[in-house]
């Protein structure tokens, strides 16, 4: 799984008109902010063995992909949809809910020829929260979080099997602003505990993620970042077999963000990574509103 920084604070983050303040992160107290992401990833790999990807959605979700069983070389274009509101208890503490779909549409090259594969639907329900630990001043702001999927759904051919409280995460946020740049770096850490598919068992990889990122105010309404992404993935199990091997990769992202007006902005980012065995780049665009 999964950055780690949600998308909210990316999103406040890019507006770097001057040094940053709790309340351009986190959600105004009492009031409410909508964030909606659509998500394009192209992801080719080949590999030798049965194996699970996976795609980190801008929130942090981490979503689980099945790899074709067997030696092949796959081209998967995977389109997700996600929709988060946020609500802001206190100046310190933001609460979130989340719920995500996505489109998958693969296509195999065999030994004994080429297939394709397509699916679609309902993908995970995630809630979390944020808290503010410490405000910037002379020195970084430090902030906090938790999240988990309360339900989350795994389709394997076309049976679909259902999972509560399987996935949670912990991120930590810390920036320094020097006008007009902001230095953020962002790491998480994601933990799944064993899930029920049918009848055999199955062991996600936990994830480790790293960010440090540079964000630059080209002007009063527009923002431009980039950095990198360093992801470390433990072992795939099923009924204690290994389908996916431990490892790591590093992505490099870049992003911009434009305020359309005081509740409403957007923003766009690009994540590019290419190993040996696995390709994978994307494109995401949120829209943000306060309420």
């Known amino acids: 799984m999964r950055v780690i920084l949600f998308v909210g604070l990316l999103c406040s983050i890019l507006f770097a008109q001057k040094p940053v303040r709790i309340d351009e992160i986190l959600t105004q107290t009492k009031s409410f902010r909508l964030d909606t992401t659509l998500s394009y990833a192209n992801i080719q790999s080949s590999s030798n063995l049965s194996a699970s990807q996976t795609f980190q959605t801008q929130n942090g979700d981490v979503v689980t992909v099945p790899v074709f ?9 995977y389109l997700n949809m996600d929709l988060t509101l946020r609500y802001g208890m ?3 503490i933001e609460i979130f809910a989340s719920v ?11 030994p004994q020829g080429l297939q394709n594969s397509s699916d679609k639907g309902f993908s995970a ?6 808290y503010q ?41 810390s920036f ?7 230095f953020l770096l962002s790491a998480s850490y994601s933990f799944n505990r064993t899930k029920k598919i049918g009848a055999s068992k199955r062991d996600d990889a936990d994830i480790l993620t790293l960010s440090p990122q540079v964000y630059f105010a080209v002007n009063p309404y527009t923002s431009l970042n980039w950095g990198v992404k360093y992801s470390y993935f433990g072992k795939t199990k099923i009924d204690s077999s290994v389908i996916g091997n431990s490892g790591s990769n590093l992505a490099f992202v870049t992003g911009v963000s434009y305020e359309f007006s005081a509740k409403t902005f957007i923003n766009i980012n690009t994540e590019f990574l290419n190993t040996n065995s696995l390709s994978q780049n994307s494109f995401s665009l949120t829209v943000s509103h306060k309420f």
């Open 69 to 77: 069983m067997g030696a092949s070389k796959s081209n998967r274009d």
């Open 90 to 92: 206190t100046k310190d």
């Open 133 to 173: 630990v410490k405000p910037e001043d002379e020195t970084p702001s430090l902030l906090i979080g938790a999240s988990t999927q309360i339900l989350e759904k795994s389709k394997i051919g076309e049976k679909s099997y259902t999972n509560h409280f399987k996935n949670y995460r912990l991120y930590a946020t």
């Open 176 to 182: 320094y602003s020097v006008d007009p740049v902001v």
């Open 100 to 110: 995500n779909g996505y489109s998958s549409d693969t296509k195999y090259t065999l």
């Open 125 to 130: 329900l995630s809630i979390g929260a944020t």
